[in-house]
C-alpha cells in the first residue's frame, strides 16, 4: 500500500473524464470513485493535485 498519496491530473471534457498519473498511466479503473464526483465539475475542467 502507498501511504503518501497519489499525484494526479484530472480532466474533464465534453463529459468525458480522464484520470491519469504524472506519467500518463490510466488511473480511472483505481479510483472510479473519483471518476464519478469529477462527472460533476463544469465542462473544460482540469485539476492537478495528491489524492
Do not use: N
Amino acid at each position: 500500500m502507498k501511504w503518501d498519496g497519489f499525484r494526479a491530473l484530472i480532466s474533464l471534457d465534453a463529459g468525458r473524464v480522464t484520470l491519469r498519473s504524472r506519467r500518463g498511466t490510466q488511473m480511472a479503473p483505481t479510483f472510479p470513485e473519483v471518476v464519478s464526483g469529477a462527472v460533476q465539475l463544469p465542462d473544460a475542467t482540469a485539476l492537478d493535485g495528491v489524492m
